[in-house]
């Protein structure tokens, strides 16, 4: 087998035992097949193989990631751009965005090196405030107040022209990635992958408001017209308050997109067995 790659880095959960076991393990193969092998370097002392790293410093070929889709978006947001494809392996509650089961890690690592796998792209979403870039969202971006169950007031502007207003606790702006998440749960739809477009869904709206797709190449912008402050959460993991007279936040689409390594065409088959339709056939 010759060898195209050079370098893998390795996030785990580091709640879970299994995962860190499988870290170790993979690492260790990983290393056998003569691969430089870099660690998240929150596993210090729980995994004896391979560089211990930051997430920020893991500039690799590959980045394995073991745990749910918390652990996949904690990495978006810290490896550096452009990301290296990722390898996700469930170990976590739903595991959507994940490609493969711990009992079949070895396999998948192998087909990667023989190159037997395909490259699923998707979308992420730049978001600015106050003259502040904010890191990219995979999933969605959340506009709320800072307390809760309190309102938001907003305007709403595609392309810098004004189209809706809306009172609401929050407003969530989602890739079609994020559409299978907190947007879907809120009662926003499904985007297909191939659909490229962002949605718009409200979270508690006072008025009889319905999420909005967009175009993937629109700017969204979001006036706070009361109060004068808004925070703004990306991924679950990066939040920020915005104070000022008029607190504004916009969103496009970002030049930088995740890769996820895929052996199948498999979205539906997710889809099915793990969200909407579970349990049916």
């Excluded at 709640?15 to 092998?37: P, W």
């Excluded at 073991?66 to 509650?93: F, Q, S």
């Excluded at 709320?144 to 004004?162: C, F, V």
Aim: hydrophobic share 40%.
């Amino acid at each position: 087998m010759k060898i195209l790659f050079k370098t893998v880095g390795i996030a785990a959960r580091y709640d879970r035992k299994r995962a860190i076991k499988l870290a170790e393990e993979l690492a260790q193969h990983l290393q056998g097949k003569g691969l430089d092998v870099y660690v998240e370097n929150t596993l210090t002392k729980m995994v004896q193989t391979g560089e211990m790293i930051p997430l920020e410093r893991m500039k690799t070929d590959l980045i394995i990631t073991i745990g749910g889709d918390g652990t996949i978006l904690r990495t978006c947001a810290a490896i550096p751009k452009p990301e290296p494809p990722i390898l996700a392996i469930n170990m976590g509650i739903r595991g959507f965005l994940t490609e493969v089961e711990p009992k079949r890690a070895f396999t998948a690592v192998d087909k990667w090196l023989n190159g037997d796998y395909g490259i699923e792209k998707c979308m992420k979403l730049t978001t600015r405030a106050d003259g502040s870039k904010f890191p990219d969202a995979l999933n969605e971006v959340l506009i709320t107040h800072d307390e809760p169950a309190k309102l938001l007031y907003t305007r709403i502007l595609k392309d810098n022209k004004p189209i809706l207003t809306c009172q609401a606790d929050s407003l969530l702006i989602s890739t079609q990635t994020g559409s299978t998440g907190y947007s879907l749960s809120a009662g926003g739809p499904v985007l297909d992958p191939s659909v490229d477009a962002f949605v718009l869904t409200p979270i508690c709206p006072l008025t009889d408001f319905r999420s909005v797709v967009f175009p993937g190449n629109s700017s969204l912008t979001v006036e706070v017209l009361r109060p004068n402050k808004m925070l703004v959460l990306i991924d679950g993991q990066f939040n920020r308050l915005i104070s000022s007279k008029l607190p504004t936040v916009t969103v496009t689409r970002s030049k930088n997109e995740t890769r996820f390594i895929r052996f199948t065409d498999n979205f539906y088959n997710r889809l099915r067995s793990r969200l909407l339709f579970k349990g049916m056939r």
